[in-house]
């Protein structure tokens, strides 16, 4: 591909991927921040909770002068508290529902330009119930979004039988969800990420052609899948990592499929985001400049 990077997307970073800490909303969140939205090659960052509203506040002002879009990732919130929006205990359901409401909440406060979740595990013995559970808390939550504004709402795409086993990790469920929801609230939508991809065995084709019409955010990431190795499952190693399956002919065919699908396109910038986080003892920004690296040398097979 010989198109720039910049003219084709948003290259947007998870920024609480690739500084961890920050799952906590607490630590050196300020400083590692700023050295995100200064780096010119991003466009867009992805964050979730600070449990600090002065630093929320100040983080926000930073982000607006930069120019950069940002978004909120729910997700570490409801793993991080082990919470499940298509629970079939209405307690813990509603403890779900109720702490993504709250990160509506600081994601309109913030100026998120978009806000992500993800289903929940669920026992196959009762799939259905779950998934009614879910369809239910997911028009609660997109009503009360659009109460407030014109925040889009998607849900990310994971794996169904690896790690996060989620109920919308199969294309099948994935599609009739997203049929169901968008239907109904037009700021619904799908994330998907090329890691869980993997991790779905059936390949990039058919888990994207069934819901390209609801894609409105895009992760590009690496797994392992052999078990027993390092950072096995969905841990988003950088690429490169041993036993990794996302090599650069791996991400120029994800690309290639967000442009047939016309999600990537002339005239169009949409955010294709980094998922990656350090193993171990590794530096953040050493990973977070071997993804730049090899984004560039996977673009110019795309």
Known sequence: MTTPLASSMKLGIVYFMAYPFAMSGEGDIERTVRRI?????????????????????????????S???????????????????????????????????????????????????LAGKYDPGSKEEAYAALVDGSRELCAYAASKGDMPVNLEVFDDDVEKCSLIGTVDYARRFAERMSGEF??????????HITQLHTGIDANIDPIAPYI???????????????????????????????????????????????????????????????????????????????????????
């Open 216 to 302: 409105r955010h895009a992760h590009i990431a690496n797994a392992v899948l052999k078990p027993g190795a390092a950072a096995y499952g969905d841990q988003h190693p950088r690429f490169g990592f041993e036993h990794g399956v996302v090599d650069e002919d791996t991400l120029a065919a994800f690309l290639r499929k967000l442009y047939d699908i016309g999600y990537l396109g002339e005239g169009r910038r949409p955010i294709v985001s980094f998922e990656v986080k350090p193993w171990g003892d590794e530096d953040s920004e050493a990973v977070i400049a071997n993804a730049k690296r090899f984004l560039n040398a996977a673009w110019i097979k795309v």
């Open 67 to 117: 120019g950069i879009t940002m978004t909120y990732g729910a997700q570490p919130q409801l793993l991080r508290n082990q919470e499940n929006i298509n629970s079939l205990d209405e307690t813990l359901r509603r403890r779900a529902i109720d702490r993504l409401k709250a990160c509506v909440d600081e994601a309109y406060e913030t100026g998120a330009q978009g806000f992500a979740y």
């Open 37 to 65: 939205i200064e780096d010119p090659d991003f466009d867009c960052i992805e964050m979730t909770r600070v449990n600090d509203p002065a630093l929320r506040a100040r983080l926000a002002g930073l982000i607006r002068q």
């Open 186 to 195: 037009p700021n619904f939508g799908l994330m998907v990420d090329l890691s």
